[in-house]
Antibody, heavy 115, light 110 residues
Framework: QVQLQESGPGLVEPSGTLSLTCGVS???????WSWVRQPPGEGLEWIGQ???????SYKPSLKSRVTMSVDKSKNHFSLNLSSVTAADTAVYYC??????????WGRGTLVTVSS | QSALTQPASVSGSPGQAITISCTGT?????????VSWYQQHPGKAPKLMIY???NRPSDVSNRFSGSKSGNTASLTISGLQAEDEADYYC??????????FGTGTKVTVL
């Protein structure tokens, strides 16, 4: 049974960097993976994707602040979002691609930006 | 890259059929057959319900169906049940190697 598990700090200070990791268990990291976030009470927002080869594609409006990476030896991939503000407060999900859809989601982790 | 447009809410009585629309542009929904739909219950992660416009994963009820015409995709839930009450989001791959979600629709079973 394939599972995804997000991990990282639940509180980040304004202007700091949000760093999350998604551990993949029960399957190889050989796939496309994305990060999706959801501010409290709001809709879903795609942040970007990474292929196991390391190639990436980011949402244009976030591109200047986003970096994604993959560690095949640890079977996990990561998200860094810099210069965060309160608007970045959200539940962050890591997601597996099934073709051009998202067929497996992690449980999500709430990250709050506050001093 | 604007969010796809969905109605804020749709409601129906048990047993009825409802349809949720998802309107985009020729750069996303109308570009190819890469529209998917997700169900999200409160406090839970989204779940894939439809992929590639009209295909159902094996664990999804056949009461859920999808279609597309031009720049608008639709999700139909037939034989509405209490457990279908949730938020629903569409998503589309775009011609700029990115994805965009819909604004979300709250389905209420009366």
């Amino acid at each position: 049974q394939v599972q995804l598990q997000e991990s990282g700090p639940g509180l980040v200070e304004p202007s700091g960097t949000l760093s999350l990791t998604c551990g993949v268990s029960g399957a190889s990291i050989s796939n496309y993976w994305s990060w999706v976030r959801q501010p409290p009470g709001e809709g879903l927002e795609w942040i970007g994707q990474i292929h196991h080869s390391g190639s990436t594609s980011y949402k244009p409006s976030l591109k200047s602040r986003v970096t994604m990476s993959v560690d095949k030896s640890k079977n996990h991939f990561s998200l860094n979002l810099s210069s965060v503000t309160a608007a970045d407060t959200a539940v962050y999900y890591c997601v597996r691609h099934g073709g051009r859809s998202f067929d497996l989601w992690g449980r999500g982790t709430l990250v709050t930006v506050s001093s | 890259q604007s969010a796809l447009t969905q109605p804020a809410s749709v409601s129906g009585s048990p047993g009825q059929a409802i349809t949720i629309s998802c309107t985009g542009t020729s750069s996303d929904v109308g570009n190819d057959n890469d529209v998917s739909w997700y169900q999200q219950h409160p406090g839970k992660a989204p779940k894939l319900m439809i992929y590639a416009v009209s295909n159902r994963p094996s664990d999804v009820s056949n009461r859920f169906s999808g279609s597309k015409s031009g720049n608008t995709a639709s999700l139909t839930i037939s034989g509405l049940q209490a457990e279908d009450e949730a938020d629903y989001y569409c998503s589309s791959y775009t011609n700029s190697i990115s994805y965009v979600f819909g604004t979300g629709t709250k389905v209420t079973v009366l």
